[in-house]
Structures are given as C-alpha cells and as structure tokens.
T-cell receptor, first 112, second 112 residues
Framework: GENVEQHPSTLSVQEGDSAVIKCTYS??????FPWYKQELGKGPQLIID?????GEKKDQRIAVTLNKTAKHFSLHITETQPEDSAVYFC???????????FGTGTRLKVLA | EAGVTQSPTHLIKTRGQQATLRCSPI?????VYWYQQALGLGLQFLLW???????NRGNFPPRFSGRQFPNYSSELNVNALELEDSALYLC???????????FGPGTRLTVT
C-alpha cells in the first residue's frame, strides 16, 4: 500500500522568509495530493491540492509542486507571516486501498 | 455554506465505558471519514462511509464501529474504552471519492 514520508518534522523561519515542506510517496498510482494546515485545537484545513496531471499549482503565497518521476511533492510558502505558524500535513489518495494516507506533519514556526 | 460539524466538543469517559461521537457533513457530501489523532501524532484512518455503507476501515479493533444515516450524518462508537483511546477524533466529508476532503473541528475524547 501507499506510504507517505514528510520532512522536516519541525521548521523555524524568520518572518518574510520562505518555507518548504517535502513529502515523498511510494505508490505511482496515487493521483491526488492535498495539503492541510492544522492550528492548535482545530481540525485540519485544506489549503491547497494538486492532481497528478499537473506539475505545479499556486494560490497567492502558497504553491505546491509535484514530481511524478521522483514521487515527491512539496509545499512552498513565500513571505511567511506569524499566522502561518501551524502544523502542516501532506496526504496522498491511495486508489488501491481507497483511503488517504497522511504524512507525519511538520510544525512550522514563523519568528517575528 | 456550513462546514463539517462534530459533537460533542469534549467527552470524558471512564475505562470500559462506551463513547458515541457524531458528525454532520457538508451539505451535498455523501462520504464521511473518521480519523484518530493522538496527542502530537498524525492522523490515523479509522473508517469511511459512503452512501450509507461502510467502504473501508483502518487497522483498528472491532470495538471501533460506526454508521452513516440516510441524511449522510455519521456516528462513531467506541466500546470498552481503553486509556490509549484518548485522542482527538476527526470527521471529514467529501463529495467525490479521492477528492477534496474537509475536516470538522474534532471531538476530544479523554478516557480516565
């Protein structure tokens, strides 16, 4: 079945800098890759997603890139702000077992 | 449009008791997913319901069960509670298999 690895587990950046979080997946049949932001005490919020027929997707300060050959996808946050501080999870839809497989999360701290 | 709602927000039970958690999906969504998130850990897939049927379950014992009602709301039951069942239980809904999934705020279950 699918396996998703996420790095780094923690990331500290200065306000205004960029942050990059990377996930690798194992099943080449996976075709949908969402990213979630989870703030303390809240449920995960879908922030951006990408399908396997697209290499990059952007939404204001966040972007996701997908490399199907290398089987990895990354979240890019530019001009980080303190409110970007949260735990970020990547996921992949495993079409073989019909479930989403989540990465272990990255705790992002944006230092003012 | 109302998001996914969950009740109760918090639930405190004693070991051996039963817990019932409820979820209402976004209007028009027919799929409901349940996840367990232990403190500081990632999301572990529990159950998936679609159109009233259980479609998939994760690696959890049979004392974790649930159902989906005709209005697509769902209930998660945990029998014979154990201390390690203490976690945040998240519900998510989707209108498309393998598509965007939206989470509720979760139910914090504490077993003493």
């Amino acid at each position: 079945g699918e396996n998703v690895e996420q790095h780094p587990s923690t990331l500290s950046v200065q306000e205004g800098d960029s942050a990059v979080i990377k996930c690798t997946y194992s099943d080449s049949a996976s075709n949908y890759f969402p990213w979630y932001k989870q703030e303390l005490g809240k449920g995960p919020q879908l922030i951006i997603d990408i399908r396997s027929n697209v290499g990059e997707k952007k939404d204001q300060r966040i972007a996701v890139t997908l490399n199907k050959t290398a089987k990895h996808f990354s979240l890019h946050i530019t001009e980080t702000q303190p409110e970007d501080s949260a735990v970020y999870f990547c996921a992949a839809w495993d079409s073989g077992t019909y479930k989403y497989i989540f990465g272990t999360g990255t705790r992002l701290k944006v230092l003012a | 449009e109302a998001g996914v709602t969950q009740s109760p927000t918090h639930l405190i039970k004693t070991r051996g008791q039963q817990a019932t958690l409820r979820c209402s999906p976004i209007s028009g969504h027919t799929s409901v997913y349940w996840y367990q998130q232990a403190l500081g850990l990632g999301l572990q897939f529990l159950l998936w319901y679609d159109e009233g049927e259980e479609r998939n379950r994760g690696n959890f014992p049979p004392r974790f069960s649930g159902r989906q009602f005709p209005n697509y709301s769902s209930e998660l039951n945990v029998n014979a509670l154990e201390l390690e069942d203490s976690a945040l239980y998240l519900c998510a809904s989707s209108s498309l298999i393998g598509g965007e999934q939206y989470f509720g705020p979760g139910t914090r279950l504490t077993v003493t």
